[in-house]
């Protein structure tokens, strides 16, 4: 029987209350996000901030990588002034998963950014970013209540890579973000689009692929399905190639 791959998920660092402890400093990463993994057909191992200098290390014993949503990125990685609203708090984290995601790029590990997964993705190859959408938008429909996830149509982009794990015109996804893409960065192509005009997915070489909802939120998991896919064939190749 072929291994399951392995797909590694980025973590945060937050305090946390549990029995007897009461904010402990923890890695902290939504349930939702092993447990699509699992259900896709992979085995889930997360990744805790860490020196970026263990990146390539990493990824080297992962078959696929997905950078998870959180916080802003900080603007200072694009040469921006932070916007008021802007809540950038994790240098540690920004500084990780900037590695991660330039060892899996230069591996040729499947990737998938889920929101600020995405921009990160994007900024790490040199784009930038609207700060705050509703500035550029008018309205607030990409951020869900307070505590809850919104929801909001996008178009996936025929003919690319999401277009055809998403073949139809339209669909409905999770969403809670207050940030979106600017200035594409090099390498990248549009997938998707909302229906105000806000990028919703990007793509690159080999399967890299971001989305700005939160498929973990939702019960369609083909993206992520197809990530775990391309991170089989990956370890495939790997074990023929040892042979």
């Known amino acids: 029987m072929t291994p399951r791959p392995v797909i590694g998920i980025s973590t945060f660092l937050s305090d946390a209350t549990w029995g007897r402890?009461?904010?402990?400093?923890?890695?902290?990463?939504?349930?939702r996000y092993?447990?699509?993994v699992r259900a896709c057909g992979g085995i889930a191992v997360l990744l805790p901030p860490d020196s970026p200098d263990c990146a390539a290390e990493a990824v080297?014993?992962?078959?696929?990588?997905?950078i998870a949503g959180g916080e802003d990125?900080?603007?200072?990685?694009?040469?921006?002034?932070?916007?008021?609203?802007?809540?950038a708090n994790a240098p540690e984290r920004d500084a990780w998963e900037a590695a991660l995601l330039r060892a899996a790029l230069t591996a040729g590990t499947p990737v998938l950014g889920i929101c600020r997964g995405m921009q990160l993705l994007n900024v790490v190859?040199?784009?930038?970013?609207?700060?705050?959408?509703?500035d550029v938008v008018g309205h607030?429909?990409?951020?869900?209540?307070?505590?809850?996830?919104?929801?909001?149509?996008?178009?996936?982009?025929?003919g690319t890579l999401l277009g055809g794990l998403l073949p139809e015109e339209s669909l409905v996804v999770p969403t809670f973000h207050h940030?979106?893409?600017?200035?594409?960065?090099?390498?990248?192509?549009?997938?998707?689009y909302a229906e105000d005009g806000t990028v919703e997915a990007v793509e690159g070489a080999g399967f890299t692929l971001g989305v700005q909802w939160h498929p973990e939120q939702g019960e369609d998991h083909r993206v992520t399905a197809a990530l775990v896919r391309a991170s089989a064939l990956v370890r495939e190749t790997a074990l023929v190639t040892a042979d």
Do not use: C, F
Not at 73 to 87: C, E, K, M, N, W
Not at 141 to 155: D, E, F, K, N, S
């Open 21 to 31: 402890w009461e904010r402990k400093p923890s890695v902290i990463l939504p349930e």
């Open 34 to 36: 092993p447990a699509m």
């Open 60 to 66: 080297g014993r992962l078959d696929g990588l997905i």
């Open 73 to 87: 990125v900080d603007p200072a990685l694009y040469g921006a002034p932070a916007h008021p609203l802007t809540v």
């Open 125 to 134: 190859l040199g784009g930038t970013l609207v700060q705050h959408l509703p």
């Open 140 to 158: 607030e429909g990409h951020i869900g209540a307070p505590g809850t996830y919104g929801r909001h149509a996008v178009r996936p982009v025929p």
């Open 179 to 192: 940030q979106a893409v600017e200035r594409l960065g090099e390498g990248l192509l549009v997938a998707a």
